[in-house]
């Protein structure tokens, strides 16, 4: 399954490095973006695992970047 996300109030380009490599580390994921340009995270993971990965991937992003919303694109 692969899914997008808008992280509204990202202004960090190192913090957006660093959630895509807390995303990817993730068991399941097979692939994760951030663009820090577009605000998007693009996450590709097992079809039967995803909504786990979803929710640990918005507790990463809260844990780095507390003011971050993350909302379906």
Do not use: Q, R, Y
Not at 55 to 71: N, T
């Amino acid at each position: 399954m692969k899914k997008t996300f808008k992280l509204e109030g990202l202004d960090c380009a190192n913090c957006a490095a660093k959630i895509e490599t807390s995303v990817k580390a993730l068991e399941g994921v097979t692939a994760a973006t951030v663009n820090f340009m577009t605000t998007k995270m693009v996450i590709e993971g097992d079809d039967e695992a995803f909504e786990g990965i979803v929710e640990k991937a918005k507790a990463i992003v809260k844990k780095l970047e507390p003011d971050v919303i993350v909302k379906k694109a």
